[in-house]
């Protein structure tokens, strides 16, 4: 793989993304226990995992849902053999990063931040959007 390539970007975003689940579920652990956590869940047991354990959740939550409008055009960019441009594969590189930002701002409870690293992920998809539509090509 190319790190200039879209799917180098792809396939880097969706493992982060599918690993992403891993510090919340560890302070599961460590505030419920193992078998509390590896039970059904209980009402209450959000309230008492570590604030930024919950903040991590929904980050993660953000970042699935995030991937169902990138992973598209990713591979559509692919699809398409712009996969390579300087256009798709740099808004893949960027939604990467700004994603991989996103979630640990979000953890942190950096608000203002976190929100920019949010529309930079955004503008990246949108950037990718433009070069599956031929702009730049």
Excluded: K
Aim: net charge positive; with cysteine.
């Amino acid at each position: 793989m190319n790190s200039s390539d879209t799917i180098t970007w792809l396939t880097a975003t969706t493992a982060l993304t599918g690993c992403l689940w891993i510090p919340y579920v560890l302070d599961r652990f460590r505030t419920l226990g193992i078998a509390r956590t590896l039970g059904n869940p209980q009402s209450g047991d959000a309230d008492a995992q570590s604030p930024w354990a919950r903040r991590a959740r929904q980050a993660h939550a953000n970042a699935v849902e995030n991937l169902a409008v990138f992973a598209p055009l990713a591979l559509l960019a692919i699809a398409l053999g712009v996969g390579h441009t300087p256009l798709a594969a740099g808004a893949a590189a960027t939604y990467f990063f700004a994603r991989a930002a996103h979630y640990a701002l979000y953890a942190a409870g950096i608000p203002v931040l976190r929100t920019l690293a949010f529309l930079t992920g955004f503008g990246a998809q949108a950037a990718l959007l433009l070069a599956v539509a031929g702009v730049g090509r």
